[in-house]
């Protein structure tokens, strides 16, 4: 029996993998956490030994150590911490072009939800992991987020939140790796996924390059079900939809 947590439920890649592990697995629990109820067509289905319980979080620490303290009942170990949570723009903030667009308001804003909330939820689950079982625990991070890579500038706020959020990752699987021997951490850049975040940056985006939701869930699922795949990689792996690592 396997222990999964989806975090960020509500995300159109969360829900592409909720559906891939249903396809997938056969003897599991599927934890998803959002700020609201959990839209699926399997919410309310058993198919093999699959089971789903949903949580509404504010992502809080009180509220993520509330879900963790209702998870350690069923004494499964953690295998997977699927974060999905991210932000790149909302109705009041683009990415910025140039210095002079950068708002402290939504740069704060960025870096809640692209890095303080993901790291969050490592810091609540963590103690969910057994020492003896393998264990992934990956966040949806992007290759802006890489210094080396950046060449053009701009998009502040995501770019700072998302290297935020390898940094933390980068530390936090150093001190994982000390008590779980059989965890990796992943970092996964989807490349541009056909979902509301990437919508108003589609234009120039070749068809071969604009994924569905469907396809990434695949090959995330693929990377992260792959233990020996993983054993290849640093840990945390930074690495894209096609299993290539990225430059930090």
């Not at 009041?92 to 402290?104: C, G, M, N, T, Y």
């Amino acid at each position: 029996m396997q222990l999964i947590i989806l975090s960020g439920a509500s995300s159109d890649i969360a829900k592409a993998y909720f559906n891939e592990l249903h396809n997938e697995l056969t003897d599991a629990i599927i934890v998803t956490l959002s700020r609201s109820d959990f839209d699926n067509s399997f919410n309310s289905t058993t198919q093999h030994n699959v089971r789903h319980q949903h949580f509404i979080t504010d992502y809080s620490d009180a509220s993520l150590a509330a879900v963790a303290t209702e998870l350690a009942r069923y004494d499964i170990p953690l295998s997977q911490l699927m974060i999905f949570n991210g932000m790149l723009h909302n109705s009041d903030h683009a990415p910025e072009r140039k210095l002079s667009d950068i708002s402290q308001a939504h740069f704060i804003d960025s870096m809640k939800t692209n890095a303080l909330l993901p790291i969050a939820c490592v810091n609540a689950f963590v103690p969910l992991l057994n020492r003896k079982t393998p264990s992934v625990i990956c966040a949806l991070s992007a290759r802006v987020g890489s210094i080396s890579d950046n060449k053009l500038g701009g998009w502040y706020s995501y770019r700072a939140s998302k290297a935020a959020l390898n940094m933390l990752f980068k530390s936090a699987a150093i001190e994982i790796k000390r008590r779980f021997q059989h965890n990796h951490c992943v970092l996964f850049h989807p490349g541009t996924t056909d979902t509301p975040l990437s919508k108003p940056f589609q234009a120039n985006v070749p068809a071969d390059k604009l994924f569905t939701p469907e396809f990434v869930a695949k090959q995330l699922y693929k990377f992260v079900a792959d233990t020996h795949f993983l054993s290849q990689l640093d840990n945390p792996a930074y690495i894209d939809w096609q299993g290539k690592t990225i430059d930090w």
